[in-house]
């Protein structure tokens, strides 16, 4: 028999943490010179070229594991997520929690280890870097086109409606909700094509979303509930009355 839950999925970027995890990254791996030059690079290639490209440089400034996972120490959960975190864990047999992002899963994974909240989540939607040898010229490694999809609303490099679509059918339990707690403008396409009346979209306010929605007023094109939130206790609150 399945078991009913609700469906928590999660953006990372600017939504578990207060920042935007390769922004963050670059800015403490590059001198100022270096990143003008990373930054322009990336504007001609593609997205996972794109990490490619700067994983190369860094082991060409022979940085290695060690010093990549003291930056991603610096990087600060947003306000209240740890408060909705441990919320989550207490209540835990009433969610399946997933992250879908496009960040890459071991940033991911390092920061909520880093924080204690990794056994928390149940699924990674996310782009796969794996560290390489001392042989290889990068320090990490994506492959290209990981999240192949035919959505015209979507960038080429992944489509999140699409791929929780597919979590969903593939999953052992039927949700009751769906909830999606993000903030930015690839997340306008699941919050319109894969959640229906009585899910519930969590915008980030005075982010991506949350002004496509309200400033550029495509919001009567959700079906779904819009909770927008400034700090996550807000989300407890919406929680609590489910």
């Known amino acids: 028999m399945l078991e009913k839950k609700y469906l928590l ?3 990372f970027d600017e939504t578990i943490i207060a920042q935007d995890s390769e922004e963050e990254i670059l800015k403490s791996a590059f001198s100022k010179k270096e990143l003008d ?44 997520m740890k ?24 940033e991911i994974k390092y920061v909520l280890q880093h924080n204690g909240f990794l056994d928390l989540f149940d699924g990674f939607i ?23 999809h035919s959505c015209n609303i979507c960038s080429s490099f992944q489509c999140k409606g699409f791929e929780i679509k597919k979590y969903i059918e593939n999953s052992k339990n039927k949700f009751e909700k769906i909830l999606f707690v993000c903030d930015g ?9 894969t959640l229906k009346k009585g899910d519930i979209v969590f915008p980030r306010f005075e982010h991506n979303l949350y002004n496509k929605l309200f400033k550029e007023k495509l919001r009567d094109q959700l079906v779904c509930d819009v909770c927008p939130w400034k700090n996550a206790e807000e989300i407890i609150s919406k929680l609590k009355q489910l």
Do not use: W
């Open 37 to 80: 030059e990373i930054n322009q690079a990336l504007t001609k290639i593609d997205f996972f070229e794109g990490f490619n490209y700067y994983f190369k440089k860094m082991k060409q400034n022979k940085m290695t594991l060690k010093d990549f996972n003291s930056i991603l120490d610096k990087i600060q959960l947003s306000p209240k």
């Open 185 to 193: 403008s690839n997340d306008f396409c699941p919050s319109k094509n």
């Open 126 to 148: 996310c782009t796969k870097g794996k560290f390489q040898n001392e042989k290889s010229e990068h320090l990490l490694f994506v492959e290209k086109n990981q999240f192949p």
């Open 83 to 106: 408060e909705l975190f441990d919320y989550l864990r207490e209540n835990k047999s009433k969610y399946e929690i997933i992250i879908c992002s496009n960040a890459v899963d071991y």
């Open 9 to 11: 999925v999660f953006d």
